[in-house]
C-alpha cells in the first residue's frame, strides 16, 4: 500500500506568519491528493482537493501544491482560528491512506 | 443541507458486536461512494472502508478485514458499519463521509464514539 509521510508532526507560529507543511507519498498519486483540517472534537474539513483546488468557502489564505509524490498545504498568513490539525490523503484508489497528522499551534 | 448524520455506537465488551448507522439527506446518496473512518482518542485518522454507490463493491482495511462489513440502504439513504469480534484497539471515534471514486471526502458524519472494554 502506498503510505503517506507528512512533516513537520507539529509547530508553533506566530500569528500572521506563513506556515508549510508537506506530505509526501511513497509511489506517484498525480494529484489525487488531499488535504483536512480538523479542530478538537470536530469532523475533519475539507479545505483543498485534486492537490491544489480550494474547497468552497475555505479562505484564500490557504493553498497547496504538487504533484506525483511531493505535496504542500501553505497558509499563507496564520489565524489564530487556523490553530487545529492538518492531514493529508490520498484518494487515487483504497486504502484512501491519511498523513499522521500536523498540529498548528500559536506562539 | 446536505448532511450525514449517525447513530449507533457506545461501549461494548471484547469480543461482542456493535451497528454503526449514518442517515443522508440533502444530496443523492445513491449516487456516492461512500466510507467510514476512525480516529483513536489523541491519534490521527483511519481509513477503514468503502463502498460503491450501488453497494456492488466494497473494501476494507486490513485491521478490520474479517470482522467489520460495511453495508448500505439506497432506499434508506443510510450507511452501516457492522462490527464484529471487537477489539479494544478498534476503541476510537467513528466518522462516515461522502468519496465518490476518485474525489475527496467532502461531506462528514459527525462521528460517534466506540469503546471496546470489559
Known amino acids: 500500500d502506498i503510505q503517506m509521510t507528512q512533516s513537520p508532526s507539529s509547530l508553533s507560529a506566530s500569528v500572521g506568519d506563513r506556515v508549510t507543511i508537506t506530505c509526501r507519498a511513497s509511489?506517484?498519486?498525480?494529484?489525487?491528493l488531499a488535504w483536512y483540517q480538523q479542530k478538537p472534537g470536530k469532523a475533519p474539513k475539507l479545505l483543498i482537493y485534486?492537490?491544489?483546488t480550494l474547497q468552497s468557502g475555505v479562505p484564500s489564505r490557504f493553498s497547496g501544491s504538487g504533484s506525483g509524490t511531493d505535496f504542500t498545504l501553505t497558509i499563507s498568513s496564520l489565524q489564530p482560528e487556523d490553530v487545529a490539525t492538518y492531514y493529508c490523503?490520498?484518494?487515487?484508489?483504497?486504502?484512501?491512506?491519511f498523513g499522521q497528522g500536523t498540529t498548528v499551534e500559536i506562539k | 443541507q446536505v448532511q450525514l448524520v449517525q447513530s449507533g455506537g457506545g461501549v461494548v465488551q471484547p469480543g461482542k458486536s456493535l451497528r454503526l448507522s449514518c442517515a443522508a439527506s440533502?444530496?443523492?446518496?445513491?449516487?456516492?461512494?461512500m466510507h467510514w473512518v476512525r480516529q483513536p482518542p489523541g491519534k490521527g485518522l483511519e481509513w477503514v472502508a468503502v463502498?460503491?454507490?450501488?453497494?456492488?463493491?466494497?473494501y476494507h482495511a486490513d485491521s478490520v478485514m474479517g470482522r467489520f462489513t460495511i453495508s448500505r440502504d439506497n432506499s434508506k439513504s443510510t450507511l452501516y458499519l457492522q462490527m464484529n469480534s471487537l477489539r479494544p484497539e478498534d476503541t476510537a471515534v467513528y466518522f462516515c463521509?461522502?468519496?465518490?471514486?476518485?474525489?475527496?471526502?467532502?461531506?462528514w458524519g459527525q462521528g460517534t464514539m466506540v469503546s471496546v472494554s470489559s
Open positions: 463521509a461522502r468519496g465518490p471514486v476518485r474525489w475527496a471526502f467532502d461531506v
Open positions: 440533502g444530496f443523492t446518496f445513491s449516487s456516492s461512494g
Open positions: 463502498i460503491s454507490f450501488d453497494g456492488s463493491n466494497t
Open positions: 509511489q506517484g498519486i498525480s494529484n489525487y
Open positions: 485534486e492537490a491544489s
Open positions: 490523503q490520498r484518494y487515487n484508489n483504497s486504502p484512501r491512506t
